[in-house]
């Protein structure tokens, strides 16, 4: 019997506790705080499955309107065979996130070899509908005297999360032999496209009132007093500007959802007659109008499915054996319509390297690092 807890574990036979799983959220790649965990709804986890001398530790949390999602941590030092992954991984509720360091390998994971207890895992995943995040890069730096990578850390997630996940290994090792993993899952695939700023359309403005904002008193004095800061001159010079003169519309920011991979010609064709001919059924509601509407949506159906399914076929003939299962994922983001946002320079960047010095500090500090 495995127990997943928060830090309010039973203790074992020994009198020990066992250690417990800190939970970081980190919704739609927003703000962390650690120091405000006690905040979060959470519950204790226990499965009935035996992991002989091996490390697990969970949580169940709840983000939002998500159904609550079991997070679970798991370190394998033994032998497991493919039966007792099928009962590990059986006991665990969906949805959930599973990761740690599993010390098996596979090709599929990014080791440079199989041995049985990599197979036994990924025959176990196929049958519990578990998906590996892992895209091939290793997970551990490869020692001197080694001259095979390894991926022994792996993120499981079920089917339902995983093309909402966002997985990538990070390039600094903080002093471990296993390098960090950054994880996140998205809650929407609504995407908000922010262009380039607005242009002022010099054609179209209003030079009288500029001049007349421009030579405000009130402007005038903020400048006088402000005389050697440029940032008060540019934010005065903006405000008059967008009083007298118009932004070019076509570089305001929108809000769309992506577009489907298989929609073509034919499929806007039908569309547009179905539109057309509901227009005409809602405008004159008679029977002939209503057939001619019933037609078209039974041939607009026909259409969408015929599109999808050499949508499906020709993304099936551009996977080959060699092809990296990064890439496969990527592909598959695109036909779930699911947006993967280039990570941002401020997305990442600091947190990351706070999040690290304050879980895994290279040193002794008397001073703990907030992370916000």
């Known amino acids: 019997m495995s127990h997943l807890g928060n830090g309010k574990d039973p203790p074992d036979k020994d009198g020990s506790k066992k250690q417990s799983l800190e939970y970081m959220d980190k919704t739609n790649c927003s703000k962390l705080e650690t120091n405000n965990l006690e905040n979060i709804p959470e519950n204790n986890v226990a499965i009935d499955a035996d992991m002989e001398n091996d490390s697990v ?57 199989t041995h049985k207890k990599g197979a036994d895992l990924i025959e176990a995943l196929e049958k519990h509908d578990l998906i590996f995040l892992n895209d091939g890069s290793p997970t551990k730096v490869k020692l001197p005297n080694h001259v095979r990578h390894s991926a022994v850390d792996v993120t499981l997630v079920s089917s339902d999360l995983a093309l909402k996940s966002d997985w990538r290994v990070l390039e600094d090792p903080i002093g471990s032999d296993h390098l960090p993993v950054l994880f996140c899952i998205r809650n929407t695939s609504v995407v908000k496209i922010f262009n380039k700023p607005g242009k ?50 076509s570089f305001t920011p ?66 080959k054996r060699s092809t990296p299962i990064k890439v496969i994922w990527n592909k598959l983001r695109v036909i779930k319509n699911v947006h ?33």
Not at 345 to 372: D, F, R, T
């Open 340 to 372: 993967t946002p280039q990570p941002m320079p401020h997305m990442y960047g600091q947190w990351v390297e706070n999040v690290i010095l304050a879980l895994c500090p290279q040193g002794p500090s008397n001073n703990e690092k907030e992370i916000s």
């Open 57 to 113: 530790v969970g949580i169940k949390i709840y983000a939002g309107n998500h159904p609550p999602i079991n997070v679970i941590s798991l370190y394998s030092t033994n032998r497991v065979s493919a039966l007792e992954w099928y009962n590990f991984f059986k006991a665990i509720a969906k949805p959930c996130i599973i990761g740690g360091d599993f010390n098996a390998h596979h090709l599929a994971l990014g080791s440079e070899w």
């Open 200 to 249: 002022w359309d010099i054609k179209k403005a209003n030079w009288s009132l500029y001049k007349e904002k421009w030579e405000a008193k009130e402007n005038k004095s903020i400048i006088l007093e402000n005389s050697g800061n440029y940032d008060v001159l540019v934010r005065i010079m903006n405000k008059v500007g967008k009083e007298s003169i118009p932004l070019n519309q």
């Open 254 to 319: 929108s809000c769309r959802k992506l577009g489907k991979t298989w929609w073509d010609d034919d499929c806007a064709r039908i569309a547009e007659k179905r539109k057309l001919a509901f227009k005409a059924y809602k405008k004159l509601p008679t029977k002939p109008n209503f057939e001619i509407l019933k037609e078209l949506s039974v041939e607009a159906h026909r259409v969408f499915r015929e599109a999808k399914r050499e949508s499906w076929k020709y993304f099936c003939s551009t996977i």
